[in-house]
T-cell receptor, first 112, second 116 residues
């Protein structure tokens, strides 16, 4: 079974600081996508960033960027200049060819 | 701009009762999904559909049934509800042209189900 592992159940960061959330994955697909989703207390799942595995360049969306290490099957999310609104659960997900496999999530706390 | 709409948002069931969670999307997406989310466990795939008339089991299908008679609708049926089915359920959809999965899922707001 394909798996996604998030080894940090909880993380904390101060406002304006930078935090990195870790994710490793296992997939049998030769070409695939990786995602980070954010789930605030409202429960809505919000796409943060997407990486296509065949692209060597790391994806960036404003304050969010990834460090994609294909050989190591690692896909970490870096949040720069953290804001109070970044507080949420963050889920890493990998593509199984027809659906997404999700990790267990990392709860991010942002302190003033 | 409705996107993916799930109803109801909350429901309490007694053990042994049945119910249907409704899901509809207005984006003409061909792929649709049902996931459940339990505390500390991430999202687990229950069933998915790659188009009208086609459904398949995910990781945790036991106790559930689905149908996909139209592109827009993908209801999830719970038969003989059990406490283990207490969870938050998410419907999602994806546009995958020519059957090639592109990965991005669009989610509904979730339905919290409690079985007592």
């Amino acid at each position: 079974a394909q798996t996604v592992t998030q080894s940090q159940p909880e993380m904390s960061v101060q406002e304006a600081e930078t935090v990195t959330l870790s994710c490793t994955y296992d997939t049998s697909e030769s070409d695939y996508y990786l995602f980070w989703y954010k789930q605030p207390p409202s429960r809505q799942m919000i796409l943060v960033i997407r990486q296509e595995a065949y692209k060597q360049q790391n994806a960036t969306e404003n304050r969010f960027s990834v460090n994609f290490q294909k050989a190591a099957k690692s896909f970490s999310l870096k949040i720069s200049d953290s804001q109070l609104g970044d507080a949420a659960m963050y889920f890493c997900a990998s593509d199984s060819g027809y659906a997404l496999n999700f990790g267990k999530g990392t709860s991010l706390l942002v302190t003033p | 701009n409705a996107g993916v709409t799930q109803t109801p948002k909350f429901r309490i069931l007694k053990i042994g009762q049945s119910m249907t969670l409704q899901c509809t999307q207005d984006m003409n997406h061909n792929y649709m999904y049902w996931y459940r989310q339990d505390p500390g466990m991430g999202l687990k795939l229950i069933y998915y559909s790659v188009g009208a008339g086609i459904t398949d089991k995910g990781e945790v299908p036991n106790g559930y049934n689905v149908s996909r008679s139209t592109t827009e609708d993908f209801p999830l049926r719970l038969e003989l509800a059990a406490p283990s089915q207490t969870s938050v359920y998410f419907c999602a959809s994806s546009y995958s042209p020519s059957g090639v999965f592109t990965g991005e899922l669009f989610f509904g707001e979730g339905s919290r189900l409690t079985v007592l």
